[in-house]
T-cell receptor, first 115, second 115 residues
Framework: AQKITQTQPGMFVQEKEAVTLDCTYD???????LFWYKQPSSGEMIFLIY??????QNATEGRYSLNFQKARKSANLVISASQLGDSAMYFC????????????FGAGTTVTVRA | GAGVSQSPSNKVTEKGKDVELRCDPI?????LYWYRQRLGQGLEFLIY????????KSGLPSDRFSAERTGESVSTLTIQRTQQEDSAVYLC?????????????FGPGTRLTVT
């Protein structure tokens, strides 16, 4: 069964606007972690932001914020003030249980920022 | 400090040949992971090493795939009798168990093409 679902294969966003990337997850564990990674065309995986299942506040990291809705099992990424350099593939991932362990990745969303 | 390194960056091989892919994790990172990424898709977990514990091989797709790790250092992923469906980018990641955000640091990947 799919553990991470990203329903938007591709999105266009105007420079300086905000964009929301959807991610829903499936787990029966109470303790888990959610990650977002960025993969530019060069191929490297860049860690963006992390949310633990017990964290009460939504995670923020610069222009990135994670809209965590635990009851709905969603962990959407919001990128504010988009820049041309934000054009990339974005992956949502989950680690369960909360130990040093493998990540389950979604299929990804391609974001293209237009000038 | 040095990040995760992988070699070779690109490998073209003929169907039926064996290949070895190498990963040098970040010094001091006890956990090491191998993932496979097919074109346009998310990452699939292959294998996980944690210190001197037995590796989790649950993601290896067939017995043609194997991996070794020497202590907490270099790891080698071996694919025997390569098939065209093995063509993908193979990503290695490492992480620390010292607390904080359980981020995995990824290497640049090895692009494997089986002709």
């Amino acid at each position: 069964a799919q553990k991470i679902t990203q329903t938007q294969p591709g999105m266009f966003v105007q420079e300086k606007e905000a964009v929301t990337l959807d991610c829903t997850y499936d787990t029966s564990d109470q303790s888990y972690g959610l990650f977002w990674y960025k993969q530019p065309s060069s191929g490297e995986m860049i860690f963006l932001i992390y949310q633990g299942s017990y964290d009460e506040q939504n995670a923020t990291e610069g222009r990135y914020s994670l809209n965590f809705q635990k009851a709905r099992k969603s962990a959407n990424l919001v990128i504010s003030a988009s820049q041309l350099g934000d054009s990339a593939m974005y992956f949502c991932a989950m680690r369960e249980p909360l130990v040093d362990y493998k990540l389950s990745f979604g299929a990804g969303t391609t974001v293209t920022v237009r000038a | 400090g040095a990040g995760v390194s992988q070699s070779p960056s690109n490998k073209v091989t003929e169907k039926g040949k064996d290949v070895e892919l190498r990963c040098d994790p970040i010094s001091g990172h006890t956990a090491l992971y191998w993932y496979r990424q097919r074109l346009g898709q998310g990452l699939e977990f292959l294998i996980y090493f944690q210190g001197n514990s037995a590796p989790d091989k649950s993601g290896l797709p067939s017995d043609r795939f194997s991996a070794e790790r020497t202590g907490e250092s270099v790891s080698t992923l071996t694919i025997q009798r390569t098939q065209q469906e093995d063509s993908a980018v193979y990503l290695c990641a490492s992480s620390s168990s010292s607390g904080g955000i359980p981020e995995q640091y990824f290497g640049p990947g090895t692009r494997l093409t089986v002709t």
